[in-house]
C-alpha cells in the first residue's frame, strides 16, 4: 500500500458546465471552480500537519496547475511549490473533445452508443481508453513512496478506485467524481472527505 496520499480533481470548468467532453483540452477553471479549490485546501489545511512531509504534484494542464495553486495558498504555503506530471493528464477523447454527446449525436447519428455501453473499454477515433488511462496512471502510482497531495482529473481518480479496490470497470467508469471534495489513500482504503 502507498503512502498516505490526498487526491483533488480540478475545480469546475465551463466545458464541465456545458457537459463537453474536455480530455486534455487546456481550459480554465471557473469562479465556481476556484471556490471549489479553496474549500477543498481548507480541508488539507485541517488535515496536513507538515506540508514539508509531502509531495505536491499535479497534472500539467491548467485547470489543475491553478486548482494546485488555489490549494496550496489556502494551505499557507507558496503557490508554485510542487511538480507536474503528464501521467496525471485526463484519459485523451481524441477527436471528440470539446463536443457534447448532443453534438456528437447531431454531427453522426449513433455515433456515441459504442461509448454507452463500453464507456471503460471505448475508444474515441484518436483517444485512449480508461483502460488505455489506467496503464498510464499505473506506474506513477506504484512509485509512490512518499506523503502525497494530488491535484489531477476524473479519470485518473476513476482509475485509482480500479487499482486500489478492484471495483468493477463500469462502476468505475460510471462513478460520479466531484470536485468539492478530497479523496484520502490511507491504509484502511479511499475515502472521500
Not at 477523447?93 to 471505448?122: C, H, N, V
Not at 506506474?139 to 482509475?159: K, M, N, S, Y
Request: aromatic letters at 8%.
Amino acid at each position: 500500500m502507498p503512502p498516505l496520499c490526498y487526491f483533488v480533481r480540478h475545480g469546475q470548468t465551463g466545458w464541465n458546465a456545458e457537459l463537453r467532453l474536455q480530455g486534455q483540452a487546456d481550459t480554465d477553471i471557473t469562479e465556481l471552480g476556484r471556490r471549489q479549490a479553496a474549500r477543498n485546501g481548507q480541508c488539507l489545511a485541517g488535515l496536513v500537519e507538515d506540508p514539508a512531509a509531502f509531495d505536491f504534484v499535479a497534472s500539467p494542464l491548467k485547470r489543475t496547475r491553478e486548482t494546485m495553486e488555489i490549494v496550496r495558498t489556502e494551505m499557507g504555503l507558496p503557490e508554485r511549490g510542487y511538480r507536474v506530471d503528464s501521467r496525471l493528464m485526463e484519459v485523451h477523447f481524441g477527436d471528440w473533445q470539446g463536443y457534447t454527446y448532443a453534438e456528437l449525436e447531431a454531427m453522426r447519428p449513433g455515433s456515441t452508443a459504442a461509448r454507452l455501453s463500453d464507456k471503460w473499454g471505448f475508444v474515441a477515433p484518436g483517444g485512449e481508453s480508461y483502460q488505455m488511462l489506467l496503464d498510464r496512471v499505473r506506474p506513477w502510482f506504484e512509485t509512490l513512496d512518499r506523503q502525497t497531495v494530488c491535484v489531477t482529473h476524473g479519470g485518473v481518480i476513476r482509475t485509482l478506485f480500479k487499482l486500489v479496490e478492484d471495483k468493477p470497470v463500469a462502476d468505475v467508469a460510471a462513478m460520479d467524481v466531484p470536485q468539492d471534495r478530497v479523496l484520502r489513500l490511507s491504509d484502511a482504503g479511499l475515502e472521500w472527505l
